[in-house]
């Protein structure tokens, strides 16, 4: 079982910024990748970044390249999403989530989500 709890969520001018963390606890070796998520209401959950805990390579959507970017510190087993540049459509409960590659379509894990809100 591998524990995964988001913080760092919260409510921002458009514009602002936010850092959101993923913390990761219990059998976490054969989570070789973390993804970030994001579910706006009356929405679809959908695909934000990911990143390889091995060879730190990362994927983005393309709404957010540019704008955010993910690390990782393998020795607090935490994932990081810095999110610049708001914009109210970011508005959204933000899940991390652990995979086998960041190219994965399937997450084994997830977290309980954290939610960020972007105002006008």
């Known amino acids: 079982q591998v524990q995964l709890v988001e913080s760092g969520g919260g409510l921002v001018q458009a514009g602002g910024s936010l850092r959101l963390s993923c913390a990761a606890s219990g059998r976490t070796s054969s989570s070789y990748a973390m993804g970030w998520f994001r579910q706006a209401p009356g929405k679809e959950r959908e695909f934000v970044a990911a990143i390889s805990c091995i060879s730190g390579s990362t994927r983005f959507a393309d709404s957010v390249k540019g704008r955010f970017t993910i690390s990782r510190d393998n020795a607090k087993k935490t994932v990081y999403l810095q999110m610049n540049s708001l914009k109210p459509e970011d508005t959204a409960v933000y899940y991390c989530?652990?995979?086998?590659?960041?190219?994965?379509?399937?997450?084994?894990?997830w977290g309980q989500g954290t939610q960020v809100t972007v105002s006008s």
């Open positions: 989530a652990t995979a086998y590659t960041i190219y994965a379509n399937e997450y084994d894990y």
